[in-house]
């Protein structure tokens, strides 16, 4: 069985970091692509950054240069290093494989960026 938990959110300043993870459990993190995704009040969910099994990355232009995603394999953990928030930033921030399954979806990590 497959279960996703994100940590490491909350309330920051512009201009602030924050580090978000995920630990896996499962047999998930072993073979396959995962990502950060976000949702933001009244807008859809949306992938933000990808890391396949050898540390490839892509990330959305929104974040590009500001948040770095990594994963230890070793762990079965994924991280996403968040720089120069902006209050646009503010979401629920979820981990997910990619493409992504719904029935894998955990309760996410609050990030509020505001002053």
């Known amino acids: 069985q497959v279960q996703l938990v994100e940590s490491g959110g909350g309330l920051v300043q512009p201009g602030g970091s924050l580090r978000l993870s995920c630990a896996a459990s499962?047999?998930?993190?072993?073979?396959?692509?995962m990502g950060w995704y976000r949702q933001a009040p009244g807008k859809q969910r949306e992938l933000v950054a990808t890391?396949?099994?050898?540390?490839?990355?892509n990330y959305a232009d929104s974040v590009k240069g500001r948040f770095t995603i990594s994963r230890d394999n070793a762990k079965s953990t994924m991280y996403l290093q968040m720089n120069s928030l902006k209050p646009e930033d503010t979401a629920v921030y979820y981990c997910?494989?990619?493409?992504?399954?719904?029935?894998?979806w955990g309760q996410g990590t609050q990030v509020t960026v505001s002053s």
């Open positions: 890391i396949n099994r050898p540390g490839g990355t």
């Open positions: 499962g047999n998930i993190f072993s073979s396959n692509a």
């Open positions: 997910n494989k990619v493409p992504l399954r719904s029935d894998y």
